[in-house]
């Protein structure tokens, strides 16, 4: 069966990815169980979050965007920090297809440099500013797995580059997950603002 709006190609390339005939990503660690593959990937990402961001993954554009999944998945899958080759999405909607994965990111950090990586601002600003970058890399959903954690790592480096701390703790994390659907959902990153 095709995923949302997958062509055959991308069917195949889904395929790679996965054990056959399931929806568990092929990992490093060759568990086949959805949910030990889980806790095992929050643990090993867990350990590689506390010993912080390498020094490329601190550059606020695309790369550095590659290389925080890169570094917290790396103990996990082969694939780490490289971007997804077939689409997915949340429900009946999309996230970028793979070709426009890149050039959307790019535009945005494009935009963020103009913005002056949100420096000077006041913290409602720069919530709201952050909340609406946070929800167009979300929109582009780059990676098939793990785009919540580097998105609030991402977050928390371009609150550190702009003089202000964001503060996100691992009871945070459903909360984050509703407010990201919103914001994709419904293109409103107002709840996303709230919660930064």
């Known amino acids: ?21 399931t929806e ?3 990992n490093k660690l060759g568990l086949r169980d959805p949910h030990r593959l889980e806790l095992a990937e929050r643990y090993l990402s867990a350990i590689r979050a ?15 965007l590659k290389a925080i999944h890169r570094h917290l998945f790396q103990d996990v899958y082969d694939w780490a920090g490289k971007f997804r080759t077939y ?17 959307w990111l790019e535009k945005q950090f494009a935009e963020l440099r103009d913005e002056n990586g949100l420096k000077g601002m006041e913290a409602n600003r720069f919530a709201a500013r952050a909340a609406h970058y946070v929800n167009e890399i979300n929109a582009a959903h780059p990676f098939l ?7 609030r790592a991402w977050l928390r480096n371009l609150a550190d580059r702009a003089g202000h701390h964001v ?29 930064i």
């Open 24 to 26: 568990t990503l092929r």
């Open 87 to 103: 689409t997915t999405g949340r429900g009946a909607a999309p996230f970028a297809t793979p070709e426009n994965i890149r050039p």
């Open 167 to 195: 503060r996100l703790r691992s009871e945070d994390r459903e909360r984050w997950y509703e407010v990201s659907k919103i914001g994709f959902e419904q293109a409103d990153p107002g709840p996303m603002a709230d919660m």
């Open 50 to 64: 506390k010993q912080g961001p390498p020094g490329d993954a601190r550059r606020v554009e695309v790369d550095g």
């Open 1 to 21: 069966m095709n995923g949302p709006g997958r062509s055959s190609r991308e069917q195949a390339e889904f395929d790679k990815f996965h054990y056959l005939g």
């Open 145 to 151: 797995e793990g785009n919540g954690r580097v998105q």
